[in-house]
RNA sequence: GGGUUCGUAGCUCAGUUGGUUAGAGCACUGCAUUGACAUUGUAGAGGCCACAGGUUCGAGUCCUGUCGAACCCACCA
């Protein structure tokens, strides 16, 4: 590149903003799919729109913006794509919360009206998000940035629905699924948490047998007893039908043989409740047992409870013990501790209970998402992930894609009438993006917010999307899918990334991206995950104040291994910050005195890049004197490093190699002997300088644009400049 | 019950395919300081690399087992 030293204009920044402004406005984050460059592409993860970014985000975007802006330095066309999730049932959640304190109620506010307001919250939020991505320094471009509810996805979201719907794969019906009662929808299994909770086991008595349940307020709600066709001890009774007292009344129950119970638990004998239980829904349909409804949707019993109807489960099981007592159904009772499904977002007790929801076959989408897995296609880091997530793939149940909410992708299916949608006929209804005509009523449900996340890589590029603005796109689409880089926290790996690669593979027969980055876990000192309610999360704004972005991102990077977790606190993260707010003193300094306390100016512009050679011998150069030939080879060396490194993403070391090499060859032994010949060792000086924050840029990008400037020669911004070949 | 990962200095952690004397930061001790830099320099102390076997010329690193910690999955009613 010819150096025109006429149109080399020297910034002075005041501050960071101003410099993040230089870099938006001359367009060095763009992409440019018309470019010759070979690309390179990244796609930021969608942080939920909820609410602040948290240290997890700071550390993946710190992660994003170094790989991005060392591919850039390479030479390749980057492309860092910005977006953000509509993240459905936490969205709702915490904005329902909101209108409730001003005493706004959801139901009265109607469908559409709430829909304003959610779009009113949603762009509020946004702007702290977007806030402090640029805080961050996050080179992203902003051309490309997409929302999940945008035009593009949602053409995008139809084509998938659609899809699915022709080939056969989606299906509406009754089915058990985990019910939320305070979100009133229904969730997936990767969308609950387990708490250990103590709670009673009830030994009762049915008939001539006797059972263990944890559950007795579902005992209106049993069909049948179940007992291991293994179990010596009950094989005359399998078959037989008996007279069971369920406190309203008696009802006859067969006892059925089925190897899912295990003689050991218990008494070996279980009631089987096919309304209200995952493993008794099973059994329910291999032995042909009516469905009984015992608990509603909101957590209450039903009419079949009679007195007890219409109480909450916990507050039904307290009452009704003395009359199961006084009965002589209740036996004993035994402490007993076990795992109690809640949800993830609000933390109440699942139901597990029959709903109508709609579902997608998934045997087809996991066995493709196995088979590129297993070809090796995408490289993930830790490799061990890929079993992990194949595992997962083997067993999978079918997807329950639809959520009682009204933010999201409402499902594009239309029924003729008000009735027909409300009796969900599916022989009338139609699949379609608008409505096909007057008279037609669209499906109350919306899509699981994982439906659209997971055509994210696709939909992000304009797949699916036939309008105008859509086929324009599909030039990158054919550019920069499959991407070159997807980072990810672990807890999401089934949620989101098994969904990306089993809708990846069978739209685009392909992988969605090729390398699969799961950082770590940042946890407190005792190793539990940040938040809200213990009040252990550090937060990332905290430690930009207090030591700057550059210095909070390298703290960072010192935890970015793959799939290590870290542990820190306050302290901890104070300590590191301010370990690397020194690193950056030291650098100020160094370049002070190297660009600012020259010995004689006269000597040290240079005119030309080639017209150095700071290689050139120096006349006592030895490895005792630290001269000319030294550096130049130390440096060598950590480029090398640095390079290998960032190439096999661990950040980590490359920050480590960088570190020491600035602080502990180059200012120490190489500056330090430099002062008595100041003048000949200049060129070198001003040599490894550059290359030091060219080397640095994309863990440090603020302070090394900054330094970058003060050079006499140089190019518009330290983003232009190449990457040390070696 | 199945799976994964970890155990290295007082603390938080690095240690790339096995290869000199096991490293960093912080904390600690001595010394220096009109210096580009006290947000510094320099010297140092601190480790049976959880434990026991094995493979190897050679193991913090690979294998087996034991103990300890954490996480994920699963239908323990």
């Given at each position: 590149?010819?150096?025109?030293?006429?149109?080399?204009?020297?910034?002075?920044?005041?501050?960071?903003?101003?410099?993040?402004?230089?870099?938006?406005?001359?367009?060095?984050?763009r992409a440019n799919p018309s470019s010759n460059k070979k690309p390179y592409s990244l796609l930021i993860p969608p942080p939920n729109l909820t609410g602040e970014l948290h240290l997890g985000h700071a550390m993946q975007h710190a992660i994003l913006d170094a790989v991005a802006r060392f591919k850039r330095l390479q030479g390749f066309d980057v492309l860092l794509l910005p977006g953000v999730d509509h993240a459905g049932i936490q969205f709702e959640a915490t904005l329902d919360r909101k209108l409730k304190k001003k005493n706004i109620s959801k139901e009265k506010l109607g469908r559409e009206k709430w829909l304003e307001e959610a779009w009113k919250f949603k762009s509020e939020v946004y702007k702290s998000v977007s806030k402090t991505w640029r805080f961050l320094g996050l080179s992203a471009d902003w051309s490309h940035e997409v929302f999940t509810l945008d035009e593009g996805p949602r053409r995008a979201v139809f084509e998938e629905f659609k899809t699915y719907f022709e080939k056969g794969l989606i299906y509406k019906g009754p089915y058990i699924v985990q019910w939320c009662p305070k979100c009133n929808t229904a969730i997936e299994d990767v969308e609950l948490e387990y708490e250990e909770r103590k709670e009673k086991l009830y030994f009762l008595k049915y008939g001539p047998l006797t059972l263990a349940t944890a559950r007795p307020e579902t005992k209106f709600g049993d069909t049948a007893m179940a007992v291991n066709p293994k179990d010596k001890r009950y094989k005359e009774y399998v078959g037989k039908v008996f007279t069971i007292e369920t406190l309203t009344g008696n009802r006859k129950m067969k006892v059925v043989a089925d190897s899912a119970v295990d003689p050991k638990f218990g008494t070996g004998v279980i009631k089987v409740t096919p309304g209200h239980d995952f493993v008794d829904y099973e059994i329910g349909k291999r032995h042909n047992l009516p469905i009984l409804q015992a608990i509603n949707k909101d957590g209450r019993l039903t009419d079949l409870a009679g007195k007890?109807?219409?109480?909450?489960?916990?507050?039904?099981?307290?009452?009704?013990?003395?009359?199961?007592?006084?009965?002589?159904?209740?036996?004993?009772?035994e402490d007993y501790t076990h795992n109690v499904a809640v949800c993830e977002r609000c933390k109440s007790i699942i139901e597990p209970l029959i709903s109508e929801e709609w579902f997608v076959k998934v045997k087809d989408l996991a066995k493709g998402a196995i088979s590129v897995i297993n070809e090796d296609a995408i490289n993930f880091l830790p490799k061990n992930y890929k079993k992990i997530l194949v595992v997962w793939l083997k067993d999978l149940h079918d997807w329950c894609i639809s959520r009682t909410l009204w933010w999201g992708h409402r499902i594009p299916v239309w029924y003729p009438s008000t009735r027909s949608a409300r009796?969900?006929?599916?022989?009338?209804?139609?699949?379609?993006?608008?409505?096909?005509?007057?008279?037609?009523?669209?499906?109350?449900?919306?899509?699981?917010?994982?439906?659209s996340s997971g055509l994210w890589p696709m939909s992000t590029l304009g797949w699916g999307d036939q309008s105008q603005s859509g086929k324009s796109k599909w030039k990158e689409l054919v550019k920069y899918f499959p991407w070159d880089f997807e980072i990810s926290a672990p807890e999401i790996k089934y949620l989101w990334i098994g969904r990306m690669i089993m809708i990846s593979k069978y739209f685009t027969n392909t992988i969605p991206f090729k390398v699969m980055f799961f950082h770590g876990m940042l946890r407190d000192l005792q190793g539990r995950k940040f938040s809200k309610s213990l009040g252990n999360g550090v937060d990332p704004n905290y430690l930009i104040d207090q030591w700057g972005v550059d210095a909070t991102r390298m703290a960072l990077y010192t935890y970015s291994i793959p799939g290590r977790d870290g542990r820190v606190s306050k302290?901890?993260?104070?300590?590191?910050?301010?370990?690397?707010?020194?690193?950056?003193?030291?650098?100020?300094?160094?370049?002070?005195?190297?660009?600012?306390?020259?010995?004689?100016s006269n000597v040290i512009l240079s005119d030309s890049e080639e017209s150095r050679d700071p290689s050139s011998r120096t006349q006592d150069d030895n490895k005792e004197n630290f001269g000319n030939k030294w550096i130049m080879d130390e440096l060598s060396k950590t480029s090398q490093k640095v390079t290998k490194n960032l190439e096999q993403l661990e950040l980590h070391l490359a920050v480590d190699e960088i570190y020491n090499f600035v602080w502990h060859q180059f200012a120490d032994k190489y500056i330090e002997s430099s002062k008595n010949r100041r003048v000949e060792a200049q060129p070198t000086l001003e040599h490894i300088l550059k290359q030091v924050l060219i080397l640095l840029h994309p863990f440090m990008p603020f302070l090394t644009e900054e330094i970058y400037q003060k050079f006499g020669v140089k190019r518009k911004s330290i983003m232009l400049e190449d990457f040390p070949q070696n």
């Open positions: 590149m010819k150096i025109n030293r006429k149109n080399i204009k020297h910034n002075n920044f005041k501050n960071q903003k101003e410099i993040y402004d230089f870099w938006e406005n001359e367009k060095l984050f007890y109807e219409g109480m909450k489960v916990m507050e039904a099981r307290e009452k009704m013990l003395p009359e199961l007592k006084e009965k002589g159904i209740l036996i004993k009772t009796s969900g006929q599916v022989a009338e209804m139609k699949v379609s993006l608008e409505s096909p005509g007057k008279g037609w009523v669209q499906d109350e449900q919306v899509l699981d917010t994982w439906f302290d901890l993260l104070d300590e590191r910050g301010k370990n690397f707010r020194n690193f950056e003193t030291k650098l100020r300094n160094i370049s002070r005195f190297i660009l600012e306390l020259k010995p004689d």
